[in-house]
């Protein structure tokens, strides 16, 4: 599986950026899908993750209520919308996807494919 997300920019805070990832190599219909993301000097962070179906979804307590996650599994494509971003949303996020008939999880390890990660840059 290929991840190729996009999306990522300058943005002023309380801005509302959508990202993509779009899925290529082999179907990826069954398997779960995330966003993780790093900011300078940190650690790489789980923000939300969503079921095969799309029906399941979980997210970071600093994203909730704020960022919602979808999928359309015939574009192959999995989205990331982020609504009123402060500055402490600047970093690269990720786009990653489980193995076959995983479920959804918050741990970077159960994750077997990675995008090359989008720049979001938040300004004051």
């Known amino acids: 599986v290929q991840l190729q997300a996009s999306g990522g920019g300058l943005v002023q805070a309380g801005g509302s950026p959508r990202l993509s990832c779009a899925a290529s190599g082999r179907t990826f219909s069954e398997n779960a899908m995330g966003w993780f993301r790093q900011a300078p000097g940190k650690e790489r962070e789980f923000v939300a993750a969503v079921g095969w179906s799309g029906s399941t979804t979980d997210y970071a307590d600093s994203v909730k209520g704020r960022f919602t996650i979808s999928r359309d599994n015939a574009k192959v494509t999995m989205y990331l919308q982020m609504n009123s971003l402060t500055p402490e949303d600047t970093a690269v996020y990720y786009c990653?996807?489980?193995?076959?008939?995983?479920?959804?999880?918050?741990?970077?390890?159960?994750?077997?494919?990675w995008g090359q990660g989008t720049l979001v840059t938040v300004s004051s």
């Open positions: 990653t996807c489980t193995g076959y008939l995983r479920s959804i999880s918050r741990k970077i390890g159960d994750y077997d494919y």
